[in-house]
């Protein structure tokens, strides 16, 4: 399934770009604008021709039956959202504390609608497990999907999630009134 994925990428004239950084053996990469499922479908052949075995949390619920299976098989790692007493920042902390490599993929925004305050999740997981972010955009004007640069999170949340919004921004998604507005930055 997979190979076909990644033939019809290209047949498509889709085409991946950007310095995969290969030594960092866990990350969280961020992912954007996310405005539709069609990222999904992008990010994966993109993932596969990078040779990157990235995973991404998905509630468990979803987990189940052969859509389940799927999704398992392309990497996600179930979390149970409703557990009263564990946040998905500390399993996914948690989860990079008991793994030797993890490359974590999410968005952001939380949403495929648009949404101006992002999740920060994604940011106190890369602190918190003491690993950098790397970004990463998809572009449907271009037909792109684009490594970017990677940095430690530092003390600043709030400029390093402007940093990563204004990267971002450089990239249209399927349906650009959802991705990131430059008038937010």
């Given at each position: ?18 310095e995969?950084p ?26 596969e ?6 995973k991404?949390?998905i ?7 052969l ?16 557990k009263?007493?564990?946040r ?28 101006p ?14 690993v ?13 999907v ?11 949340k ?28």
């Amino acid at each position: 399934m997979i190979k076909l994925w990644v033939w019809l990428f290209k047949l498509l004239g889709w085409k991946v770009k950007g310095e995969v950084p290969y030594h960092i053996k866990k990350c969280v990469v961020v992912v954007g604008p996310h405005t539709s499922f069609w990222d999904f479908i992008v990010g994966v052949p993109a993932r596969e021709i990078w040779g990157l075995e990235s995973k991404y949390f998905i509630k468990s619920s979803l987990c189940k039956g052969l859509l389940g299976k799927v999704l398992l098989k392309l990497g996600a790692i179930p979390v149970e959202r409703k557990k009263k007493d564990t946040r998905l920042v500390d399993q996914a902390i948690e989860q990079f504390n008991e793994r030797e490599e993890l490359i974590i993929a999410v968005t952001p925004e939380g949403t495929r609608s648009y949404n101006p305050k992002w999740k920060s999740g994604f940011w106190h997981i890369a602190k918190g497990a003491n690993v950098p972010i790397v970004m990463a955009g998809i572009c449907f004007k271009k037909k792109e999907v684009v490594i970017g640069e990677n940095f430690m999170p530092t003390d600043d949340k709030d400029a390093d999630i402007l940093t990563i919004k204004t990267y971002l921004s450089n990239f249209i998604g399927k349906h650009p009134e959802k991705g990131i507005q430059k008038n937010e930055l």
